[in-house]
């Protein structure tokens, strides 16, 4: 009797797998159509981000018949780039995902073809890409690598109902992490807000308020001018740039004046802004949409430029954020003249604009932002929006992230700066600048010696 | 019935509820996961949380359904299963015949390196094996998928205690009546061997269903993911709802479980077959 | 008769056969491809430096070596890792003890139960920490409800080890359950009426008969824990990532975060190595130990 269940049971179970052959799954089991040469897309967007791209991409490929692009999801953005390290020449996609601040990355590995080289033959004016996002994604030779898909603006969201009531102009108040502390502390105390601030915990953040405080990350001009091998947060005016960001975010945890570093933004940090809780998130543009959807639409919410890190900032330019695209050195011309098609095809005005509606990124180009569906979506839903768009025209080259063959340690150092001073009130700050100079220098080292 | 009896019989009764109250206790997070996944979104948040709602929709599970191709991934996980266990299976049987039933010189050495094969982790060996089966343009097939796992040492091991078990003096009154040594194993000893396979099987299904660094390394396609992969996707996507995520892993669990609880028996003797002496 | 079957025995054995060899092949030829030769690229590749597509770039010898078991952080994580080792094994081996212990004497139903008990050994990890996530949650999470405290399990680096120790733990009891509880079962009947009978309690029974009969599936399930404790890693992988501030990071995640996310191969085939190492002594230390302690019937 046993037996015969349990012959049964896994004859049932074999029996579902000859279900799937009826399950039409979503646009991955589409068969390429007869004539086109297929373009292959490895990308990290996921939930509403990748919906509004597969949109678009059916919109692509209904509009044209020479390609057909499509899209696989290979998992977060490190699942994505150790795939491309590891896959040999031939099984590379056509066009992959990439952050901007990875460019030197891409630049220097052999999965990635200039986009530049494409452009030359092409002669593509897109001249009205907002200028630190062309600086950003081409390298030290001014050579574009990639092109941006989704611009991300690193700033602070700002309650201006708290604001107002507090007295204080935020966009003239929050210039550097130390103005922050300063600002954090007088909502809780004077009980303005439950939470002064909230971070988006990455390690882009470190390296985004250092260029806008005007320091280089590391030497060789930042890494633009040749070879670099040596950390500068150790040394100088960078690091009394490091000092400042990490003592202010070690006096905010310390006073008790924000929700705890590392808490998941998109379950806790989002819902408290959305309920009027928190007076300061520093996040990116793309956290907007998810603040409306949770109840926040019926906030007056302002979008501060990132802060420098002291009284000592420049603060005359932006830098870039966000993901772009970029082709694969897969050495097959034709579907990479596709990728560089539908590259193209996602700048153009009505396309980028339709993007940015959608998921919340800022428009990659000014045209772009001038279209009438970007236009009515800003004047509905975000007029504040015209604050990072007029800070992005103003912005100057120099305002950079550094351009490095590594990406990762060099993340993961930052973060783990802050992780050590903000969870420790007593952690010294030279010992965890020394840790992260130490963990990027022999990132560098291994990598030189190697290559 | 005396008052001593009725005691015992109460006693036995509150002993064996308690017991299967803690077992409950323990699966809870598995209980838990199922009746969310029933639940409509709003209300999986909130605190208190509501155990049984009255308003249980199907809508995560439709969602897990339509955007990810759960029946496609577990298609293919059980293509991977069933390729990996007739292999190991079949090769297992091969070597543990040689092991328990000839002796040849080299013999002990040969054991010694495939119990040795044992401690070597696979997490160790398997960004190589990677690097080969690119080369070999294996990837986003099948069989790149299955070809480092197509033996164990387990399985080896396993085979070769079930087949020491069989008296020698078959082999001998085989071997006067004209069998020959592969007639042999294949009339005689693998169908006795039969229950080891069984619980060999199942033991095996568990491993290779349960499978994920190495999936994730080898299929770049959607359509040739494992339901693993799938489920890890889902997690390390944005995290806005809980509920597709555990409608989607209450799927992804759902055969394992099943054949678990109907193949409990052989499963046991599969995993103490070892470790039991005498 | 003897005499006659050893000179049986002898003469099969002069007839060397190929068939053993060629029933080996396929065996060994797997092996040879997918286990011994990366085992020892990988020592290889531990003494060079590797390019970022992680092929050998340059020979550097002890150098490579040096360099990673020099850093303060590496011994960070072998803490770490031996911290995760130890609360798993402890933990595991209680409960599942436990577990043993409550359904030794097969009753009536008890198959109900000790499905239960067993269960989640069949859950893989990919689902398990889809569902511990949202256990873990801090705000409305189900887990902070229960206990009335408001950890923030995942993502507070004092408590993130016990929350990813909370869900390895509970997915490996089932597997150290039924080893235990086969033990126990075949302890026979006999020996522990006779200890009734000599006035032994409950307590008395448990550490003079059933311990010592049962010490065989101790041993082995003791590290067994051990072993799967330094093995764990989707479950670190999905719900911490190694965070925060490293905490959760063992051995066998920063070699996959040297290998795959940094692409440094040659410091995570050294630490590889290091794991192996420790593997390898754990299982010298629990043979040497099973000879010395362990009585067999």
């Not at chain 2, 009896?5 to 699966?27: C, D, P, Y």
């Not at chain 2, 099943?258 to 103490?272: A, E, L, N």
């Not at chain 3, 501030?245 to 066998?252: A, G, H, V, W």
């Amino acid at each position: 009797m046993k037996k015969i269940a349990l012959l049964l049971m896994v004859l049932s179970v074999a029996v579902m797998p000859f279900a799937a052959f009826g399950q039409a799954a979503p646009a991955a089991k589409v068969a390429v159509p007869a004539g086109r040469t297929e373009v292959i897309w490895w990308s990290n967007f996921s939930g509403s981000m990748q919906k509004s791209l597969l949109t678009m991409i059916e919109k692509y490929n209904a509009e044209q018949k020479k390609y057909f692009v499509r899209f696989e999801f290979q998992g977060g953005a490190s699942d994505l780039m150790a795939k491309l390290q590891a896959t040999g020449q031939s099984a590379l996609p056509d066009m992959f995902s990439g952050a901007v601040e990875h460019t030197g990355f891409f630049a220097a590995s052999s999965f990635c073809k200039p986009l530049q080289d494409f452009i030359d033959k092409d002669k593509w004016d897109y001249s009205t890409t907002y200028p630190h996002l062309i600086t950003a994604y081409s390298d030290g030779e001014g050579r574009q690598m990639g092109y941006p898909v989704g611009n991300s603006f690193a700033g602070i969201y700002v309650n201006m109902d708290m604001f107002k009531k507090a007295g204080i102009d935020p966009y003239k108040e929050l210039k550097s992490l130390q103005d922050v502390y300063r600002v954090a502390k007088i909502m809780v105390e004077k009980k303005y807000a439950k939470y002064g601030v909230a971070f988006h915990n990455n390690g882009y953040y470190v390296n985004a308020a250092l260029a806008v405080e005007g320091v280089d990350s590391v030497n060789a001009g930042n890494g633009y001018k040749g070879r670099a091998d040596a950390s500068l947060y150790d040394k100088g005016a960078t690091y009394k740039a490091m000092y400042s960001m990490l003592d202010a975010y070690q006096k905010i945890y310390a006073g008790g004046y924000g929700i705890p570093y590392g808490t998941d933004c998109n379950g806790e940090v989002v819902p408290k802004f959305a309920k009027g809780e928190l007076a300061m998130f520093v996040g990116v543009i793309s956290f907007h949409n998810r603040i409306l959807t949770s109840g926040g639409d019926k906030l007056d919410i302002g979008m501060v430029p990132m802060p420098g890190c002291s009284e000592n900032s420049r603060s005359t330019g932006l830098p870039a954020g966000g993901t772009g695209s970029f082709i694969a050195n897969n050495g097959k011309p034709a579907s990479q003249a596709g990728a560089y098609d539908f590259i193209k095809w996602m700048a153009e005005p009505e396309q980028a604009a339709y993007w940015a509606v959608s998921t919340g990124y800022l428009p990659v180009s000014s045209k772009a932002a001038a279209t009438e569906t970007y236009q009515t979506f800003m004047n509905r839903v975000f007029p504040r929006a015209k604050y990072c768009l007029d800070a992005q025209m103003k912005g100057d080259k120099i305002t950079k992230t550094p351009y490095l063959p590594i990406a990762n340690e060099l993340l993961k150092a930052n973060l783990l700066s802050i992780e050590r001073v903000a969870n420790d009130p007593k952690y010294s700050i030279d010992k965890a600048i020394k840790e992260a100079t130490a963990s990027v220098n022999e990132a560098l080292e291994l990598y030189n010696l190697a290559n | 019935m005396t008052i001593q009896k009725q005691k015992k019989i109460f006693l036995s009764a509150l002993s064996f509820t308690l017991k299967v109250a803690l077992g409950l206790l323990f699966i809870s997070p598995l209980i838990i996961c199922v009746l969310f996944s029933f639940q409509p979104e709003e209300l999986i948040g909130k605190t208190p949380p509501t155990f049984f709602t009255n308003r249980p929709t199907l809508d995560h599970y439709r969602w897990v359904f339509q955007n990810i191709s759960v029946l496609s991934y577990m298609k293919n996980s059980l293509v991977v299963c069933f390729i990996t266990i007739t292999c190991q299976v079949f090769f297992a049987s091969l070597a543990a015949y040689a092991f328990a039933f000839f002796e040849f010189p080299g013999k002990s050495l040969l054991f010694t390196l495939i119990l040795a094969s044992m401690m070597i982790p696979g997490d160790i060996v398997i960004i190589t094996n990677y690097a080969q089966i690119q080369k070999w343009g294996m990837t986003d097939k099948y069989i790149g998928l299955v070809l480092p796992h197509l033996i164990s040492g387990t399985a080896i091991f396993l085979m070769r205690q079930c087949y020491m078990t069989l008296p020698k003096d078959i082999k001998s009154a085989a071997t006067i009546d004209g069998c020959g040594d592969i007639g042999f194993l294949f009339r005689i000893a693998m169908p006795l061997s039969i229950p080891s396979v069984a619980s060999l099987s199942i033991y095996l299904f568990i491993l290779i269903y349960n499978q994920y660094f190495w999936p994730l390394l080898v299929t770049n396609k959607d359509t040739m993911r494992t339901i693993q992969i799938g489920m890890a996707m889902l997690v390390s996507s944005e995290r806005l709802e809980y509920g597709p995520l555990l409608a989607g892993a209450a799927t992804c669990i759902l055969p394992v479980v099943i054949i678990f609880i109907f193949g409990q028996d052989y499963i046991v003797k599969g995993m103490t077959a070892g470790s039991v002496k005498g | 008769m003897k005499e006659r079957s050893r000179k049986m025995k002898r003469s099969s054995l002069n007839r060397v056969t190929p068939t053993p060899y060629l029933l080996l092949v396929p065996t060994l030829l797997l092996f040879a491809i997918f286990t011994y030769y990366p085992f020892f690229k990988t020592i290889f590749l531990s003494f060079s430096v590797t390019d970022k597509t992680g092929a050998f770039s340059k020979w550097v010898g002890l150098r490579n070596w040096v360099r990673v078991l020099g850093k303060e952080s590496f011994w960070t994580t072998v803490g770490t890792t031996l911290k995760f080792a130890g609360l798993n094994l402890v933990f595991t081996f209680a409960i599942a003890m436990f577990f043993a212990l409550l359904c030794m004497n097969k009753k009536r139903g008890s198959k109900i139960y000790e499905v239960l008990y067993a269960m989640p050994l069949a859950i893989a990890s990919s689902p398990a920490a889809a569902i511990w996530l949202f256990l873990f949650r801090k705000e409305s999470g189900l887990l902070n409800y229960f206990l009335g405290t408001a950890f923030a399990w995942t993502e507070d680096a004092s408590v993130a080890l016990i929350a990813t120790s909370i869900v390895t733990i509970w997915m490996h009891i089932g597997a150290s359950f039924i080893f235990l509880l086969v033990g126990f079962r075949n302890v026979s009947e006999e020996l522990v009426e006779s200890a009734i009978i000599d006035g032994a309690g409950p307590i008395r029974r448990i550490f003079s008969v059933l311990i010592p009969i049962a010490s065989p599936q101790i041993f082995f399930v003791l590290f067994l824990n051990i072993t799967n404790s330094f093995k764990a890693f989707a479950q670190i992988k999905l719900l911490t990532g190694g965070g925060p501030s490293n905490s959760t990071k063992t051995l066998i995640f920063s070699v996959y975060e040297n290998a795959i996310i940094n692409g440094r191969f040659e410091t995570a085939c050294v630490q590889a190595l290091v794991l192996f190492a420790i593997i390898f002594l754990a299982t010298r230390v629990q043979f040497f130990l099973e000879k010395r302690t362990v009585f067999y019937q």
